[in-house]
């Protein structure tokens, strides 16, 4: 099993900066790509960033160049950099793991996930 733990989250200003944290446990074959997923209220669950483990990583178009996600050296804690946030960022964001490491940004092929931690970004 897997589990994983968000944290970081709060409320910013448009243009603001947020990192958050993700501390994973269990099998690390159950974690060969990782991401970064969020949802809005009333929002279907949207990709971020995800990141193979032993490297390679993927982000949203509506990211790039402002969200860098990050790994620490044991590999046991996911970051994710938050930089010039946008109101449109707000939500809740997750963490997920899958052992395939074909990482990708669609949900439904991710299965361990975080409790999420909430991200509101006011103008």
């Known amino acids: 099993q897997v589990q994983l733990v968000e944290s970081g989250g709060g409320s910013v200003q448009a243009g603001g900066s947020l990192r958050l944290s993700c501390a994973a446990s269990g099998a690390a074959y159950n974690r060969n790509c990782m991401g970064w997923f969020r949802q809005a209220p009333g929002k279907e669950r949207e990709g971020v960033a995800s990141?193979?483990?032993?490297?390679?990583?993927t982000y949203a178009d509506s990211v790039k160049g402002r969200f860098t996600i990050s790994q620490d050296g044991a590999k046991d804690i996911l970051y994710l950099q938050l930089n010039s946030l946008k109101p449109e960022d707000s939500g809740m964001y997750y963490c997920?793991?899958?052992?395939?490491?074909?990482?990708?940004?669609?949900?439904?092929?991710?299965?361990?996930w975080g409790q999420g931690t909430q991200v509101t970004v006011s103008s």
């Open positions: 997920a793991a899958k052992p395939r490491p074909t990482c990708s940004l669609v949900p439904s092929e991710y299965n361990y």
């Open positions: 990141m193979y483990m032993y490297g390679g990583n």
